[in-house]
């Protein structure tokens, strides 16, 4: 989505978000990414919630690994998407290179397909903290789109978590 389309609002955020001379991916490769997001939702299992949310890295290489909410009887026990993206990255040995990330998520329709609503799904707190520690291990800033109905919007990692504690802090 170009920022045009977005509303007033939005645009004065978008255009915040990108900071320190950084510039949007194509369009291409962006919606390749969300096709990724939400292809990956469609996997989630959400029983209590009915929200169904997939999240998509790309690395430096061209490389995109998919995750998706897995919930838990014990509510606190839950996995988030871009949690479990993040260990499927780790297993295959990425620690380095993050460069995107795309996170879409709502409820399923009739036809089972993802139905995402007219909010961004941002990620929660604890998911930004994960993927800052995978940007920090590669020395990376991800750009960050958060999907909705109608496209998503984007910020820098380092914009959705200011001030992040990381690996740096324990040396």
């Known amino acids: 989505m170009a920022i045009e389309q977005l509303l007033p609002d939005q645009r004065r955020a978008a255009g915040r978000a990108l ?17 990724a997001a ?6 989630a299992y959400a029983p209590y919630s009915g929200f169904h949310v997939g999240a998509a890295f790309r690395f430096a290489d061209g490389t995109i690994v998919t995750g998706s909410n897995f919930e838990n009887a014990s509510y606190g026990l839950a996995i988030c998407a871009e949690t479990s993206a993040a260990i499927a990255a ?36 604890r998911c930004r903290q994960v993927m800052n520690e995978l940007a920090q291990l590669g020395g990376t ?6 999907g909705h109905a109608t496209g998503a919007i984007e910020h820098r990692l380092s914009v959705l978590l200011p001030a992040a504690f990381g690996p740096a802090n324990l040396e």
């Open 19 to 35: 900071e320190c001379g950084a510039t949007m991916s194509d369009d291409a490769s962006r919606t390749e990414l969300l096709e």
């Open 38 to 43: 939400r292809t990956a939702a469609l996997t």
């Open 90 to 125: 780790n297993l295959q040995g990425r620690r380095k290179g993050l460069v995107e990330v795309a996170i879409m998520g709502g409820p399923l329709d009739a036809d089972g397909q993802l139905a995402p609503g007219p909010h961004p799904v941002t990620p929660c707190g």
């Open 141 to 146: 800033d991800p750009i960050v789109y958060s």
